[in-house]
Nanobody, 129 residues
Framework: QVQLVESGGGSVQAGGSLRLSCVSS????????MGWFRQVPGKEREGVAA?????????YYADSVKGRFTISRDIAKNTLYLQMSSLRPEDTAMYYC?????????????????????WGQGTQVTVSS
């Protein structure tokens, strides 16, 4: 049984930082496309960042977070991370970890919810001004 468990959310002031973690069990995070999505009530869940393998060529970011967020993965710990810096009130959302069962690069569709197989339960991030 595959489980993705997020942690690290919380409340911070604008300009602050948080690091989200997503621990995977029953699923090998190596050479798989994994990503972070976020959702606010009443809006669609949107892709924030994803990676296929660690390295700048295979990491993808939404324009709204480029230069502020960094996605990474520790294969030994089977854990995905999202380092968030220079946080803004508009970053407030529930953040979800997602994993794609099928292998292969995901540069053309990393932001599509329907391309991911497994989802975590979410962790709330609240940024106050």
């Amino acid at each position: 049984q595959v489980q993705l468990v997020e942690s690290g959310g919380g409340s911070v002031q604008a300009g602050g930082s948080l690091r989200l973690s997503c621990v995977s069990s029953g699923f090998d995070v190596g050479s798989r496309c994994m990503g972070w999505f976020r959702q606010v009530p009443g809006k669609e869940r949107e892709g924030v960042a994803a990676l296929y393998t660690t390295g700048s060529r295979n990491t993808y970011y939404a324009d709204s977070v480029k230069g502020r967020f960094t996605i990474s993965r520790d294969i030994a710990k089977n854990t995905l991370y999202l380092q968030m810096s220079s946080l803004r009130p508009e970053d407030t959302a529930m953040y979800y970890c997602a994993a794609r069962e099928s292998g292969g690069i995901c540069n053309t569709f990393w932001f599509r919810r329907d391309k991911y197989t497994y989802w975590g339960q979410g962790t709330q991030v609240t940024v106050s001004s």
